[in-house]
C-alpha cells in the first residue's frame, strides 16, 4: 500500500494544475492565460488561433491548432473563451445545467495539456 502512495505522490509532482473553468451555455469556457502561454497561443492581428482536441487513452489533450487541422478543431475566440467539441464533452460526461456548475480542469502533464472533468469534493 505504501508503494501506490509514493507513486501517486510521484505522479502528482509530474501533474500541473494549470487552472479550473465552469462551462458556459453552449458548450463554450474560458481558456486560462497559463494554458494559453504553455500551448504558445498568442493573440496576433488577423490571425485566429486553433485548438485542437484529442481524445488518447480515457484522457484529452488539447494541442495548438494548425489551418490544416481536422474538425476537432475549435477557434480561440478574442475574449479567450473556446468552444468544447460535443465529443469532448461526451467522453467527460459534461452538461451545461442551470443549477450547478460543470467545471473543467486543465492541467499540464509533461509537455501536454490535458483536460479533465473536475469532480466535486
Known sequence: M?????????????EIVLGDTILNQGGTTSVPQKVMESLGLEPKTGERSKLLWTLAGGEVIVFKGTPQSDWRKTMLRKN?????????????????????????????KGDQVVVRKRTPK
Open 2 to 14: 505504501r508503494i501506490s502512495n509514493v507513486a501517486s505522490a510521484e505522479t502528482l509532482a509530474r
Open 80 to 108: 479567450g473563451t473556446a468552444a468544447i467539441p460535443r465529443h469532448v464533452q461526451d467522453a467527460l460526461s459534461l452538461k451545461f445545467n442551470p443549477r450547478s456548475e460543470e467545471r473543467v480542469l486543465w492541467i499540464r
